[in-house]
């Protein structure tokens, strides 16, 4: 069976481009819950985020000022009161750190990968013998060429059943949010 490519759309910064607004509901879970664990706690939480901006050259230095990236694993804050109902937020459930979040309903799957360490051409998505899978390559070499340092990942997912492969697709936010999502067709309706 050939594997096929599901096309990227690349789009802009998370906390930008209205097309991930439907996940952005779970960034507010995650701040209502950190400011009750403590006020003081998220003001400083949510200055830093605010105000810290992505290490990627933008031509437009205009766009880059208010700009915020999705909050990785390693930015929430550690004290244990954080995570006694970690569950309720639907983030960073799995041990995968590279996992934000997996969803599967009546109606679709959809998955969110933190792909920030990778450029767009070094992630690939295929749907292949029933899986979506996901790939990602980067090399960097030392100026001097001794030294070669290789980072990469491989996911799979099971498709759900009766998703075709032409269901899938994939938006790769700016600041490195990749969302995989699968429609599932309505249920036949039974009289």
């Known amino acids: 069976m050939a594997v096929e490519r599901v096309p990227t759309t690349l789009r802009d910064y998370f ?26 706690m998220w003001k400083k939480f949510n200055a830093q985020l605010r105000h810290y901006q992505p290490m990627i050259e933008s031509e437009n230095k205009e766009d880059e000022k208010a700009v915020a990236p999705f909050p990785r694993h390693w930015m929430l804050p550690s004290f244990p009161a954080l995570f006694d109902n970690v569950d309720s937020l639907d983030l960073y459930k799995e041990a995968d750190k590279e996992l934000i979040r997996f969803k599967e309903d009546d109606t ?19 749907v292949e013998e029933g899986m979506i899978v996901v790939t990602g390559k980067h090399e960097e ?25 032409e269901q899938v697709t994939s938006n790769l936010s700016s600041d490195g949010v ?5 429609k599932k067709d309505a249920p036949a309706i039974k009289n």
Request: charged share 30%.
């Open 15 to 40: 906390f930008k481009d209205d097309h991930f607004a439907v996940n952005w509901e779970n960034f507010d879970k995650l701040k209502e819950h950190v400011h009750t664990v403590s006020e003081d």
């Open 108 to 126: 679709s799957m959809e998955l969110s990968l933190d792909t920030h360490n990778y450029r767009p051409d070094e992630i690939h998505i295929a």
């Open 141 to 165: 070499k030392s100026e001097d060429g001794r030294r070669t340092t290789t980072r990469q990942f491989r996911r799979a997912y099971t498709l759900p059943a009766g998703v075709s492969k």
């Open 178 to 182: 990749l969302v995989i999502s699968a």
